[in-house]
Structure formats: structure tokens, C-alpha cells
């Protein structure tokens, strides 16, 4: 186990009704709210009306910025931080999914620069003071709610990057099953992927010794797995709903990654495929995870047997951990597909056209991932495994 | 699942040397420190000189209390109360285990009340401003290193008695697996019990459909039993002794207890044994916890067979559920003997002199437990069951 910080200090507020707090919880942060969105979703539902009262009963002044698209847009996040600017914003509270979540880390890490909010993203500049962020998560998926990171689009030349900061971390998550009822099932499965994917960046790892943590993932993955199926059967079953909501934040609070080195790599490939098409992110990284195991299975084939055993299982062939390892991932991509999503980019129509610019983009800052390396071939390679 | 709120946010520095950095953190706290701590393990181990000369090149005033012993007494507490009174203390830095933690916990609830710090354990007062908690863990058993709760012997009648309360969470915890490699094998196993029995608290429950909670306590017992074996074996094996320091956090830090109701009537059937008997904690528990289950399991044999199956290997007898329950029973107490746990009273050469009066001091303030409700006679019945 490697040397490791952890500290998540969100306050989670789960369950039902859990929304009701929401005033009294963005009143610990100052009177002038910026309530941040997406489309007519929270609109349509009630839940934007139950929002707003409860703001309201707190004596909260509320600027709105709706519009958060997903793979959410610089552009939007530069209005995001004007508007803060120009009306002495105290906190943002994020209502929606990651997109709009990680929307507002951006727009509160640029509430207090100077410069262009993009800096942050390639690296020029970094965060000391942001404004504190709040959360009504409507879309378990991205696991934003408690981490400290951003993923943002800057649509001039189709850059997807990240950024991530402690004090990004929201100060509040309110987590209400109920709220991803009405979720349509290509959006639950894309979240369903979205957090195993969360869980296997940290699974595969160099890192010798992890026990506790490889079992904690793998009791993570066992549950999306069982009750991933559930809630696309029964989208209002409560209990499946809740399961898949808590193993969203679980997947990528940190808890599962403590003391180990994680790869990363796919999802870094997976962000210039969603970067150019119109893709959802989910429904990316179940096309490239599976691809990207086939690429670098070869590296630990004990550790992918392992998985295969523990989360999907397969028997142990103890005389050929390789067959095991394959019949694992294998499974993956059959789990995938019975929820619905795409396996291969020819299943969303994405054909070799960009793979080599993809590729070059991806690694233009240098090779990707770490249980093994991926330079530009790598990742050209696993675009054309994922075909 | 139940509703739930859950926040616990201390910032934990796990790994080699991380106690280097002691001055520094408990510097965000205060200028004057009280520096809390057992016997001299910690002298004889260098460890002491090693916080003192940190907390000196933090330029830290310090103010010491030595002398806290297993089963912490309140008569030590108010010591601590008054020197934190007297000098003005910012900050209580905690050197030790659960004893030394918990003893911490008390004295920062005093330190700002007027009247006697028993009166929080007696549910008289409860907390309102309580002195900041830092904490450098020795000891991997009690989990009271980012909990919010402690337990406290008043030797006037030996009422041994919990109290908590958010604030008592410490703010940082240092956790070096090598400060426990001279830690003796019977507290060692002790400890491996203790938190155990923190999972056992939590998993058997009469909340339905917990499956991630279910499978992340089962995943951390597994690591338990398995590293648990290898520590004791193997005293200065870095890796299984950081597994069982974070599994001991990890057991009682909340995570796994969430939104299902926790049980806690064998933590005070025990906590009367230990409150008269000068027994570890943990060795009370392993004595206790098998005549518990033994006593309960006909309540819910589906959830002892999942036990037995998912944490000890158990195959499900699917036509008898109840030997499949019995055998997890069985392993459980196989499990605390084989690390050198008494296992019966009869071990520790309690006999049945004071069972009635424990029985009627553990009940005196209602029944015990929740997953069955234990009266007067259901606790005499155990008590019998573990002679």
C-alpha cells in the first residue's frame, strides 16, 4: 500500500424529501446564490419550484444560469463567472448531474481570477480561493458530488480537459432517489458505466498489496452490477434506485483508491471520442473500457482473473489465468450491452476518420495512463479494437 | 434503505513517517496543546521524543497528561479538564488507541462545560463547544480516530458508558502502520476483534435491502480474516498491518453503517463484563459476540447464511439455512480462538457471581439492541450461553 491523504468532508444528506433542506444547507454560505442547471428537466418535474421555495423560505437572493449541456461548454461557464462577479455571488448550487456540478466547480474556481477560467484547465494557473459549491444530484453517474474534480469542453478546438482542486469538493451533496425516477434508461445505464468505469481506473493498478481496497471496489462493481439490472427493469423501484445513487458517490469519493496508484488512461481516451461527437461520456467509456482491457490484460493477468472471479464470477481455470481473464472481460462487455449501450464505436456510428487526430490529442501532453503506458500507438490501437 | 446524513471529514495522513508532520497539522488548531497519552510504550518506542520535537519546531506550547489506561477512567478525564482549563489549552493531541483517543474525546467535552464531565455520559448535558482532537493512532482496534463517539469507566459503581457527538470527530489522524509493529499479538488480536465487531454492530440489521453496505462490510471482514492471520504471523509485515490499520478505520468511520440501523447490544452486554473484570475490550467481545449471535440468529437465518457464506466461505445448504447460519456461528468463534481470543468466560475465569447484576446494570436504562430487542432476561440468557 502506497502513503495516501484522504480527507471528504461533503456532508451527505440522503434519502427522501432530502431536497427539502436544501435552503437551510446553501444558508451556511452567504445570502447571494447562483443556481446553476440544464435543460427543463428539473422544470418539468417540480423540482425546480420545490428549489426555489425552499431558497426562498432561507431568505436566499438567487441568480439562475440554466443551460448546462452535457460535456459542459467553457462558454458557458464564462457567463457562469461573470455573472458571480457581477452580483457578488456566495454560492452555487448545483442542480442536475455531473455535468452541471462539475459546470459550477468551474465557474466557482473562476469567480475569484483574473484571467480566462480555461487556465485552470491547462494548467497555467491553479485554484486558492473558490467559491463553496452545493448539490441537488438528479443523475447518479459521475460521481461529482463528493470529488474535487472538472471535466469541461472548450469548444474552440474541441478540447475536453480536467481540473481538480480540494476546494472544489462540494460543502453539501443532497442525494433523493426519488429525483432518478423519471432518469430515462439510456441516461441510468450511461451513469451505471460512468461509475463502474470510476471503479475499475482505480481497480487496475500497479500497485501490490490492497486488499481492503480491492475488495471494496469489487463490492462496489457486484452491487452496480445487481442492481444496475433492477433499476432499468423497475425505474421506480426505491431500494434499486438508492443502491445504484449511493454506489454512484461511493465509486469516487477517493475511499476506493486510497494507498493505490490509479490509471486513468481510458477515461483520457474516452474524453476525445465524447470531445468531437455528440456521445454521452457513459456510453463512451463502455466502448473503450473493454477495448482498453483487451489491449493491457497481458500486463497482470492475475489481477484480471481475479476480477473476472470476484466481481463477474467466473470460475478460477488455475491453468489458465489467461482464459479466465478473457471470460472477464467478456463479461464486462456483456454487461454493457444488456443495459443497453453501445460496445463499439461502429455501434454509434464512429468510424477511423479522427482515430489518428483523436489519438495525437490524447497524448499530445504526454503518455496516458499507468498500469501501462499508453503513447500514441497504444491508444490508436485501442480506437481501432473499439471500431 | 433508510434515510441518512453522513459527514466525516477528518483528514487522515496514512503511511511511513507521516507522523513527521504532527507539528504542522495540530498547528492549525491552537498554540497550546495538551499531549494525551498511555503509559510508556510510546517513551520506550521514541515515538514520544519524536511528536515533542515536531510539535517544538511547530513552536507549539505543550501541557502533558500521561497515564490514561484500557478502559479509560473519568477520574483521569477531569485531571484533563482541569489542566485544559488552567492553561488555556487550543488543542488535545491524542498519542495512543481507543483508550487514549476516547479519554481525549471527554476532556475536549469538559474542557468548556461549567458542571462535571460525567453528566455527558450520563445524557445530563450534551455538547455545545467542544476543544479540537488530533490524534496519532497506535493502536488499530477502536476506530475512535474519526468517530465521533467515546466510552469512559467511572470507577464510582464501574459504569462503563458511551457518549457523542459530532464535534468529537477529530480533525486529523496520523496512521503509520510500522507505530504498530511492537504492538503485543494479544492486543493485536484484540484489536482485530474490536473491529470486528464494529462490522458485526452494523451488519446485522432489520433494514432490508442494504446490498452495497452488506457487501462493503463483508468485503472488509474478509480483509480482516485474512490479514488479521498474517499480522500475527508475520508482526513486521508492513502491508497486512497498514491492511488491518485502515480496515479498523474503515470498520467504524460511518461509511459502512449508513442509511441501515445499527444494532450495539453486544457492545454493552460487553461493556458491563469489562466494566467490572479487567478484561480487554476486545477480548470481551470475542467471548460475547458468538453467544450473541447464537442467541439472535433464528431472527433473520437468511441473513446469518448470507454471513456465513459471502464472509467465511460457508456453502448455502440451500435446504437448511439454518445449519449454514450455524456453521458461520461456528467459524466466527473458530476464527477468535485461532488468533488466541478467549472465547468463553470460563477462559478468563469469570464466572457467574456477578451475571445478575450485569444483566440488570446493562438493561437498568431500557432494553439493549435492535435487531432483537434484549431485556433483562435475553442479556442474563447470553451472559449463560458465554460461560
Not at 487556465?119 to 497555467?124: A, L, M, P
Not at 460521481?143 to 481540473?163: A, H, L, P
Not at 461527437?277 to 484480471?304: C, N, T
Not at 477511423?352 to 500507438?377: C, I, Q
Amino acid at each position: 500500500m502506497d502513503n495516501f491523504t484522504f480527507q471528504n468532508a461533503t456532508k451527505i444528506l440522503f434519502g427522501k424529501d432530502q431536497e427539502q433542506a436544501v435552503g437551510q444547507e446553501t444558508s451556511h454560505y452567504g445570502k447571494k446564490v447562483l443556481l446553476h442547471y440544464g435543460g427543463g428537466s428539473i422544470k418539468k418535474s417540480g423540482l425546480y419550484d420545490r428549489i426555489k421555495n425552499s431558497l426562498a423560505e432561507a431568505k436566499l437572493e438567487v441568480v439562475e444560469l440554466g443551460g448546462v449541456k452535457p460535456n459542459p461548454l467553457v462558454s458557458l461557464v464564462r457567463e457562469g463567472v461573470d455573472l458571480c462577479k457581477e452580483h457578488n455571488v456566495d454560492v452555487i448550487l448545483a442542480v442536475g448531474g455531473g455535468s452541471v456540478i462539475d459546470s459550477a466547480k468551474a465557474i466557482a474556481a473562476g469567480a475569484y481570477y483574473e484571467g480566462d477560467v480555461w487556465d485552470f484547465f491547462t494548467g497555467k494557473t491553479t485554484a486558492t480561493q473558490t467559491l463553496p459549491i452545493g448539490v441537488v444530484l438528479t443523475i447518479p453517474a459521475a460521481g461529482s458530488e463528493t470529488s474535487s474534480g472538472t471535466v469541461v469542453t472548450n469548444e474552440d478546438g474541441q478540447y475536453k480537459r480536467s481540473f481538480g482542486h480540494d476546494s472544489l469538493r462540494p460543502k453539501f451533496a443532497i442525494l433523493n432517489p426519488e429525483l432518478t425516477y423519471t432518469l430515462p434508461a439510456y441516461q441510468t445505464a450511461c451513469g451505471i458505466t460512468d461509475m463502474s468505469a470510476h471503479i475499475f481506473e482505480r481497480y487496475f493498478t500497479n500497485t501490490k498489496k490492497v486488499d481492503l481496497t480491492d475488495r471494496l471496489c469489487e463490492a462496489t462493481l457486484r452491487t452496480i452490477v445487481s442492481q444496475g439490472k433492477k433499476v432499468l427493469e423497475h425505474p421506480e423501484d426505491y431500494d434499486a434506485r438508492a443502491e445504484i445513487l449511493w454506489a454512484g458517490t461511493i465509486a469516487h469519493n477517493d475511499s476506493l483508491g486510497v494507498g493505490r496508484e490509479g490509471d486513468w488512461g481510458s477515461h483520457d481516451i474516452e474524453h476525445e471520442v465524447s470531445g468531437i461527437y455528440d456521445i454521452a461520456h457513459g456510453a463512451g467509456l463502455a466502448i473503450i473500457f473493454p477495448a482498453w482491457m483487451k489491449y493491457v490484460y497481458e500486463h497482470d493477468v492475475a489481477r484480471f482473473a481475479q476480477f473476472a472471479n470476484r466481481v463477474w464470477d467466473v470460475e478460477i481455470d488455475t491453468r489458465d489465468l489467461k482464459a479466465t481473464a478473457e471470460e472477464g472481460i467478456a463479461r464486462v462487455e456483456a454487461f454493457f450491452a444488456s443495459i443497453g449501450m453501445p460496445t463499439r464505436l461502429s455501434h454509434v456510428d464512429i468510424d477511423e476518420t479522427h482515430f489518428e487526430e483523436m489519438a495525437a490529442k490524447a497524448t499530445e501532453r504526454g503518455p496516458l495512463g499507468s498500469f501501462v503506458k499508453l503513447h500514441k500507438e497504444d491508444v490508436l490501437a485501442i480506437y481501432k479494437l473499439a471500431k
